[in-house]
């Protein structure tokens, strides 16, 4: 996909048409020294369970609807949902129905 200094995709939902029933399926979109992008699709029900990143990560919700858990507070996400989480923020996502999210992961710079 990386082309001349660039990476150029239309439209993200054409990536993953198909989730499975019972499965999260992800794929890595773009990946350098400072970011990694990975677009996930999550099944109705499936869930991610708390766990923590080393870097900091920005999720950003692009279709259906999940529960989320950032450190203590629960929230709801859904089309148009961006987080930003610090380094070791724990959390946890579930989607309540067929759920899109692309993961930006900030990798430090040396």
């Not at 200094?5 to 020294?33: C, F, N």
């Not at 259906?64 to 950032?70: H, I, K, P, T, Y």
């Not at 203590?72 to 579930?94: C, E, F, K, R, Y």
């Not at 989607?95 to 990798?107: D, Q, V």
């Amino acid at each position: 996909m990386a082309k001349q200094g660039y990476a150029y995709i239309k439209k993200l939902e054409t990536l993953l048409t198909e989730i499975p029933p019972d499965t999260i399926v992800s794929r890595t979109l773009h990946e350098d020294d400072a970011a990694k992008s990975v677009l996930f699709g999550f099944a109705a029900g499936q869930s991610l369970s708390e766990h923590t990143a080393a870097i900091p990560a920005i999720l950003h919700f692009l279709q259906g609807e999940a529960d989320l858990r950032l450190g203590d507070q629960a929230l709801t996400a859904g089309p148009g949902t961006w987080v930003h989480m610090d380094a070791n923020l724990p959390h946890s996502i579930t989607a309540r129905r067929p759920t899109l999210m692309l993961l930006h992961l900030l990798k430090a710079k040396g």
